[in-house]
């Protein structure tokens, strides 16, 4: 479980952006958790003025065991996200929108499914966010990573303690 007081990284991936996600860290995939929702825009100005966007929109929950404990990323769908990608078993999580209603949360788990640092773990298929939560005291983030800034795949945005 993750420790109150953790922290986190948002990161928004505009239509124009890369839309594949990586691991951030090495780690093993404990499970992942299925959360449908709403496909609002997760653009900064929604985010602004959408209370609770990242609670409301369709997730994709993914929890880690890593030498630094327990991490989560949250793949958030989107506005014009069909779909989210990911490299375990060739999964391919599309909307639930079944005559109108509302998917249940699915919860599958893994047997611990390694990964390393900077491997593939899928895409969206359009912009979208991630959401890396980790641990408390457990990461110093980089005091250039700031609200707006453009980061790159394999560009460091903090340290492990």
């Known amino acids: 479980m993750l420790s109150r007081g953790g922290s986190f990284a948002n990161i928004y991936l505009s239509p124009g952006d890369y839309h594949r996600f990586h691991m951030p860290i090495s780690g093993k995939l404990k499970k992942t958790i299925h959360i449908p929702g709403k ?50 078993e060739n999964g391919v999580i599309e909307p639930h929108r079944k005559g109108g209603k509302r998917a249940h949360i699915h919860e599958k788990s893994f047997n611990d499914l390694p990964f390393r640092i900077g491997d593939d773990l899928g895409a969206f298929r359009i912009g979208s ?33």
């Open 129 to 161: 966010t991630v959401i890396c939560l980790f641990g408390k005291d457990k990461v110093d983030w980089q005091e250039s990573l700031i609200t707006g800034k453009k980061i790159k795949m394999g560009e460091a945005i903090g340290s492990l303690k």
């Open 39 to 88: 496909l609002y825009s997760v653009s900064p100005k929604s985010a602004k003025n959408i209370d609770n966007l990242f609670v409301k929109n369709e997730r994709l929950v993914c929890i880690f065991d890593t030498a630094q404990g327990p991490m989560a990323m949250i793949m958030v769908g989107a506005i014009n996200v069909s779909s989210i990608e990911t490299v375990w």
